[in-house]
């Protein structure tokens, strides 16, 4: 997996190649309103892009709060371990921050994805956008 890059940096600076991948998977893909997609945190989160040489394929982003969103890959891309290689990316600026713990909302058929992370399951389903989700969270001990 050597030919994929992670840049991580500001909305200023990652917007085009986010929202890129964004809308294909969620507004495209999954279709999510326009409205839902967009918020006021993408200007005060820390973005991550996934590159395949100069090619975004992947995104997601960590708020203030330590939550993990907008968690993406093209579905070209899928299935081949990129979301795993974005996710270890963001646990590893999260402990370099000395973020206590990460927690997300997972949407259902990716619980095992987030599990094999080591984040756990918290609390019962709910339906976000239509579709169902399930609150996970990774508890970073002391080292």
Not at 62 to 70: A, E, H, I, K, M
Not at 82 to 107: C, D, N, P, T, W
Request: glycine fraction near 4%; aromatic fraction near 10%.
């Amino acid at each position: 997996m050597s030919q994929f890059t992670i840049r991580p940096g500001s909305w200023d600076e990652l917007q085009d190649d986010a929202k890129l991948i964004r809308e294909q998977v969620f507004i495209q893909e999954q279709q999510i309103a326009v409205e839902d997609e967009w918020d006021v945190e993408d200007a005060v989160s820390l973005h991550f892009v996934v590159y395949d040489q100069d090619q975004p394929i992947a995104t997601a982003r960590l708020l203030q709060n330590n939550s993990v969103g907008r968690v993406a890959v093209l579905r070209s891309h899928r299935g081949v371990g990129i979301g795993k290689l974005l996710m270890e990316r963001i646990i590893q600026q999260a402990k370099y921050e000395q973020r206590k713990f990460l927690k997300l909302s997972s949407q259902v058929h990716a619980i095992q994805f987030y599990a094999a992370l080591d984040f756990k399951v918290e609390g019962e389903q709910y339906l976000d956008c239509g579709i169902p989700h399930i609150d996970m969270r990774l508890l970073f001990t002391c080292s």
